[in-house]
Each structure stands twice: as structure tokens, then as C-alpha cells.
């Protein structure tokens, strides 16, 4: 399918990314990741090596073990918000190397970085909130994200269950998505994936037993063989849960703009694709330091959107300047002061598009 946006005398975006790289210059600072992001690998990397040793080898008491399972799935979660997010677009650093080895974390959390930087880089950031491009919204027939989507007598409930379906998301990405998009060939309805060279199918099969090895196989001989699935569960449902509802704020919630092909040959959207892009994410809780610097900058998804090879350090400097300019334009800017508020945004949100 071909997506056109209507960038006739697309002012906007051109003002905006001048103005950006003009305070790069003027600070003479790069735009990749700096000693904060650095530091913050450190403080992930080192928090996941002591909870897998002192889940594997150490054998602690339950209630210990439960506490370290769930830490071990936040930092996970960090890990790939921070480190593999950056590499993945590039922006962690200079070198493309350092780059490509942030990303392959991905690889070894259980998924897979070939299939998500199309996923993500190329159908999610082109094609925000398109039906039948961005894989992102293709959930169904869990739950039905907008109005357009076939409605199924359950959805009214969806509000209700989401959380149960988000908690189990990233279990069925390492042991089904991944294997689908892999043997179809497609990315989304009207995506198919590149062609593989054999170097990535041999990343794509060595990376899923190395996941498989380091999380299920090893700590199966040293904690046993009930604790490590029960353990690897409990894990994966934490990542899962915080992974998606924290995607799930940034373009499922109230306000947020749908786009629906007529055909399936070709799209033309409205706006141009900046402002679309504006209207179809919505940023959260951005003068929240903690969450800023545990979420790798996500909830400055519409910086992340319109640039996604600066690193997620920057954004906070670089939503003053795209407020300033929306308001200039008048461009409407999405924004909710709190994660709480986001949140209760995505799940009325949820309950409306279920019953509509």
C-alpha cells in the first residue's frame, strides 16, 4: 500500500527541525546519548546480572525470589526503553557498531532487532495509528483499538481485561510473534519484510537459543525446573505489562487521531507528516524526572516521533522548543500532566472504542 501525505509547503516540520538544530549548535553538543545515558546502562546492566545470579545460583526464599523476578522485569523493561530504544534508532551513539550492539539486547531479552526496527522504525514511525501499516495497533481480535477495527462482542469488556492481555504480550512476541513474522514474510497486513541476509537468519536462530538457554535452560539445572517456569513467567508478565501500557499511552488514549485506508492500494493522508504525527501521539508526566530518566524519554513520544535519531537525553530541551512552534502553527499538542492521567485516558478510551 502507498501512504501519501500532503506535504505541500510543509512549514511546519521545516521550522521546527531548524530551530532544533540550531540549539544542537549553539550548545555544540551532539545529538546521540551522552554520560547520563551511559550511566544508566551501568546502573540496568549491573542490576540484571545480580538478580539473575541471585535467582540461579543463591537459591533465595520465596518471597525473595518473587521480589527479584519482578525487579529483574522492570530493569528489563528500562533496559529496552534506554539502551536497545536508542541503538535501535541510532541515536545511543556515534558508532554504528555501539549502536547495533544496543540493539541486539532486544535479542537477548527473547525478541528479535531485525523484525523491530521494520516494526517499529520504519512501519511505526512512517505510519503512526494507520490501520493496516502500523503493526503497533494490529491487536485484534484481543482488543479493538479504534472505531474502524471489527468490534467483537467481547470488546465491551476490553477495559476490563487489558491489562491481563498486556501482561502476557511480551510471552507471545518471543515465542509467536517473532515465528510469524518470520515464516510470513510480513510485517503488518500490507508490509512484507526485507530480505534477510543469512547473517540475520543466524542472529534470528542463535539469539532465540541463547535467550532460551540463559533464562529457561540454565536456571533449570541450578533452581529447578518448576521455579524456572514460574520465575520466567512472572518476569515476562511484568515486562509485558509495563512495555505495553507505557507504548499504549503515547497514541491509544483520548484525542489521539485514527487513520482507516478506503482501499487497499493506496492512503492520502490530510496533514502533512509532522502534523501528523503530533496527531496521532500524545506525550505524558515530561517535567516528571524519575519517570523521564526510568522510561528513556518515551513519554516525550512526540519529540521521539518527529526525531528519532536524537537521543531521549535531549528531549526536555526540545519540547520547549515544539511547544513554541505548535503554537505558532496552531498545531494541537497532546499532553497529560501524569502517568495516572494518561492512563485513565487509555482506558476510557479502551471502554469507548469497545462498545462504539
Given at each position: 500500500?502507498?501512504v501519501?501525505?500532503?506535504?505541500?509547503?510543509a512549514?511546519?516540520?521545516?521550522?521546527?527541525?531548524?530551530?532544533?538544530?540550531?540549539?544542537?549548535?549553539?550548545?555544540?553538543?551532539?545529538?546521540?546519548?551522552?554520560?547520563?545515558?551511559?550511566?544508566?546502562?551501568?546502573?540496568?546492566?549491573?542490576?540484571l546480572?545480580?538478580?539473575?545470579?541471585?535467582?540461579?545460583?543463591?537459591?533465595?526464599?520465596?518471597?525473595?525470589?518473587?521480589?527479584?523476578?519482578?525487579?529483574?522485569g522492570?530493569?528489563?523493561a528500562?533496559?529496552?526503553?534506554?539502551m536497545?530504544?536508542?541503538?535501535?534508532?541510532?541515536?545511543?551513539?556515534?558508532?554504528?557498531?555501539?549502536?547495533?550492539?544496543?540493539?541486539l539486547?532486544?535479542?537477548?531479552?527473547?525478541?528479535?532487532?531485525?523484525?523491530?526496527?521494520?516494526?517499529?522504525?520504519?512501519?511505526?514511525?512512517?505510519?503512526?495509528?494507520?490501520?493496516?501499516?502500523?503493526?503497533?495497533?494490529?491487536?485484534?481480535p484481543?482488543?479493538?483499538l479504534?472505531v474502524?477495527q471489527?468490534k467483537?462482542w467481547?470488546?465491551?469488556?476490553q477495559?476490563?481485561?487489558?491489562?491481563?492481555?498486556y501482561?502476557?504480550?511480551?510471552?507471545?512476541?518471543?515465542?509467536?510473534?517473532?515465528f510469524k513474522?518470520?515464516?510470513?514474510?510480513?510485517i503488518?497486513?500490507?508490509?512484507?519484510?526485507?530480505?534477510?541476509?543469512?547473517?540475520?537468519?543466524?542472529?534470528?536462530w542463535?539469539?532465540?537459543?541463547?535467550?532460551f538457554?540463559?533464562?529457561?535452560?540454565?536456571?533449570m539445572?541450578?533452581?529447578?525446573?518448576?521455579?524456572?517456569?514460574?520465575?520466567?513467567?512472572?518476569?515476562?508478565?511484568?515486562?509485558?505489562?509495563?512495555?505495553?501500557?507505557?507504548?499504549?499511552?503515547a497514541?491509544?488514549?483520548?484525542?489521539?487521531e485514527?487513520?482507516?485506508?478506503?482501499?487497499?492500494?493506496s492512503?492520502?493522508v490530510?496533514?502533512?507528516?509532522?502534523?501528523?504525527?503530533?496527531?496521532?501521539?500524545?506525550?505524558?508526566?515530561t517535567?516528571?524526572?524519575?519517570v523521564n530518566w526510568?522510561?528513556?524519554?518515551?513519554?516525550?513520544?512526540?519529540?521521539?516521533?518527529?526525531?528519532?535519531?536524537?537521543?531521549?537525553?535531549?528531549?526536555?530541551?526540545?519540547?520547549?522548543?515544539?511547544?513554541?512552534?505548535c503554537?505558532?502553527?496552531?498545531?494541537k499538542?497532546?499532553?497529560f500532566?501524569?502517568?495516572?492521567?494518561?492512563?485513565?485516558s487509555?482506558?476510557?478510551?479502551?471502554?469507548?472504542?469497545?462498545?462504539?
Open positions: 500500500m502507498q501519501k501525505f500532503n506535504n505541500r509547503g512549514d511546519f516540520y521545516a521550522t521546527l527541525k531548524e530551530r532544533t538544530e540550531a540549539y544542537f549548535q549553539s550548545k555544540n553538543i551532539k545529538p546521540t546519548g551522552n554520560y547520563k545515558l551511559y550511566i544508566k546502562t551501568f546502573v540496568f546492566s549491573a542490576i546480572i545480580f538478580c539473575y545470579v541471585s535467582l540461579v545460583f543463591l537459591n533465595p526464599p520465596v518471597w525473595a525470589a518473587i521480589l527479584l523476578c519482578v525487579l529483574l522492570l530493569d528489563m528500562a533496559i529496552g526503553f534506554n536497545m530504544h536508542d541503538g535501535a534508532h541510532g541515536s545511543y551513539s556515534n558508532n554504528k557498531k555501539v549502536n547495533e550492539v544496543m540493539a539486547t532486544l535479542n537477548l531479552l527473547g525478541a528479535n532487532s531485525f523484525f523491530w526496527k521494520q516494526k517499529h522504525n520504519v512501519n511505526h514511525h512512517s505510519y503512526t495509528n494507520i490501520e493496516g501499516m502500523d503493526d503497533d495497533i494490529d491487536v485484534n484481543f482488543l479493538r479504534h474502524s471489527e467483537r467481547f470488546h465491551r469488556f477495559h476490563v481485561y487489558a491489562l491481563l492481555a501482561s502476557l504480550m511480551f510471552f507471545f512476541w518471543v515465542f509467536f510473534r517473532d513474522k518470520y515464516f510470513t514474510g510480513k503488518a497486513k500490507y508490509t512484507p519484510i526485507r530480505n534477510m541476509t543469512v547473517k540475520e537468519h543466524v542472529i534470528f542463535v539469539s532465540k537459543l541463547v535467550h538457554s540463559v533464562f529457561l535452560v540454565i536456571p539445572i541450578y533452581a529447578g525446573v518448576v521455579e524456572t517456569i514460574v520465575g520466567y513467567l512472572l518476569i515476562t508478565f511484568v515486562l509485558g505489562l509495563v512495555i505495553s501500557v507505557v507504548f499504549q499511552l497514541h491509544i488514549v483520548e484525542g489521539t485514527f487513520v482507516t485506508p478506503q482501499n487497499d492500494e492512503v492520502q490530510e496533514s502533512e507528516w509532522a502534523i501528523h504525527q503530533i496527531k496521532t501521539t500524545a506525550n505524558f508526566a517535567r516528571n524526572p524519575l526510568l522510561l528513556g524519554g518515551l513519554n516525550f513520544q512526540v519529540e521521539h516521533h518527529l526525531f528519532p535519531g536524537v537521543s531521549h537525553v535531549h528531549y526536555p530541551e526540545i519540547n520547549r522548543i515544539l511547544k513554541r512552534t503554537t505558532e502553527f496552531n498545531v499538542y497532546i499532553e500532566p501524569t502517568v495516572t492521567g494518561a492512563f485513565f487509555h482506558m476510557k478510551h479502551l471502554k469507548k472504542t469497545g462498545v462504539a
